[in-house]
């Protein structure tokens, strides 16, 4: 499984970002792919899900503000984040997991890509 996440860089609060993550080695159509973050000093976070049925979950932080979605023919995962806020500042992670339960488990990672959001 390789992922490889683009899309971050320095914005200011208010604007918008789209993060995008290719996905290689892998039946994309039929994984759960998800979207962590991990600000400094801090522990790594589930922001947005999307299961191979197309179902999203978000945390509770980026609801009304990020939307997960997928493109399968082109095995992309992508994240659009408006409003961005100061507290959005964090390395962003693509991931590939399972969704079983209610719960994600995350098994493969990006090599992540920095969100630095300025106020």
């Known amino acids: 499984v390789q992922l490889v996440e683009t899309g971050g860089g320095l914005v200011q609060a208010g604007d918008s970002l789209r993060l995008s993550c290719a996905a290689s080695g892998i039946l994309f159509s039929y994984n759960d792919m998800g979207w962590y973050r991990q600000a400094p000093g801090k522990q790594r976070e589930m922001v947005a899900i999307?299961?191979?049925?197309?179902?999203?979950n978000y945390a509770d932080s980026v609801k009304g503000r990020f939307t997960i979605s997928r493109d399968n023919p082109n095995k992309m995962t992508y994240l659009q984040m408006n409003s961005l806020k100061p507290e959005d500042t964090a390395v962003y992670y693509c991931?590939?997991?399972?969704?079983?339960?209610?719960?994600?488990?995350?098994?493969?990672w990006g090599q992540g890509t920095q969100v630095t959001v300025s106020s």
């Open positions: 999307i299961t191979s049925d197309d179902d999203t």
């Open positions: 991931s590939r997991g399972t969704h079983y339960n209610g719960k994600y488990y995350p098994d493969s």
